[in-house]
């Protein structure tokens, strides 16, 4: 399970290693952006989470939680949420995706009713122009 922004045909000679640091520090930003939208209930549109099902929400008041769906209920999910940046051939890819399997699976789940674990618009954006000024372009 992963999140993927791809640049495509960039001469690696003009640029050198710049790219890959450069991009993954982008990357490491959005997996920021995600794990904060994500703690104030919104999903990548904006909206508010679902509600959980009545059983989960009566478990979490057991545990001392609240009712509001924040996918935080240990942050073992959220802490497992990775970046990098690599390079095949003249095509770099900056990656999001989460470093632990039980946590991979636990976030599908949640992302098929929550939809969490996605760039939203502003990202894009964000992203494209980081890049373009990266690259110099307009």
Known sequence: ?????????????????????????????EVTHIKTRTGQSRDAEGASFTEYSPKY??????????????????????RAMSSSAARSGNIYTGSIFFSVTAEAKKARGNNN?????????????????????????R
Not at 2 to 22: C, L, Q, T, V, W
Not at 57 to 64: A, D, V
């Open 1 to 29: 399970m992963g999140i993927k922004y791809s640049i495509p045909k960039i001469n690696p000679r003009a640029f050198g290693d710049r790219i890959n640091k450069e991009l993954g520090a982008i990357m490491n930003l």
């Open 113 to 137: 009713k929550r939809r969490f674990f996605a760039f939203d618009d502003l990202q894009v954006e964000r992203i494209t122009r980081k890049v373009k000024q990266l690259f110099g372009l």
């Open 57 to 78: 929400e009566q478990f979490r008041r057991e545990k001392g939680r609240g009712p509001t769906p924040d996918l935080l209920f240990t942050g073992a999910m959220l």
